[in-house]
């Protein structure tokens, strides 16, 4: 392979993949990866579609309501009644008082959450607590809560999610449950803002190959050769390397 030359080099560093890209194992780009603005909309669909996905993110995602909530019509939201007051927000996704969407990244490529941004209106009797949980530890904990909701205003629920290691490094469906309580059945509580009214933010990395056990950045100190070990007979395998010199390192090489 060749490098870029480099001034008072004396090591290198090299990479042994099974994928081309050196996708596995790599790190992933940080982007929005779902977004639902529902502009336009009635209030009353029977499911919403979203307008944003990532590339590498299967596309679209819906968005319904479970099982205890009516559909109502209140323009540029998606929006529901037959909230209760219920003690809480377990007995209420008991209920199926809550919105319900599943994002996927694409075959071969795995996503981390990292932040969830959410716009809610809701009516004066609307639910005044709200509680986010996922699939990935079957709905039971509390991943984001705001309780005591008041007024008719837009009101941004953003929340941190890089603590929740079972949301990072997902290959898999994950189905988020946006759950309320505590309000009148005649209530109404919903999605509506400025922009993205759910957006979902994260990092997305392809896992479709992996390095082989010991050979990322692995660094050799003399001569101008290295043995790889550990190989496969009939797999396909990639290189590349960079020169080293105490003060930078060059690109890669071809591969």
Known sequence: ANWEALGG???YRIDVSTSATFGGGGSGISTNLIGFDFAGYVGSEARGTSTYAAAHMESPAYITRGAGLTAVANGDRF????????ASSSAAMAAGDYFEWTI?????YSIAITNVVLLIQRSNTGASNLALRASVDSYAADLVVKTGMSGTSTITVE?????VAALQSVSEAITFRLIGWWGQS????GFEGTGDDILIQGTISDSSGTYV??????LVSSGASASVTGLTENVAYYYRVRAESPYCTSGNSTT
């Open 79 to 86: 929006n529901a009644q037959g909230w209760a007051e219920h």
């Open 159 to 163: 929340s941190n999610l890089t603590y």
């Open 9 to 11: 080099a004396a090591t």
């Open 213 to 218: 056990a010991g050979y990322e950045d692995r």
């Open 186 to 189: 005649t209530g109404s509580f």
């Open 104 to 108: 996927q990244p694409a075959s071969g």
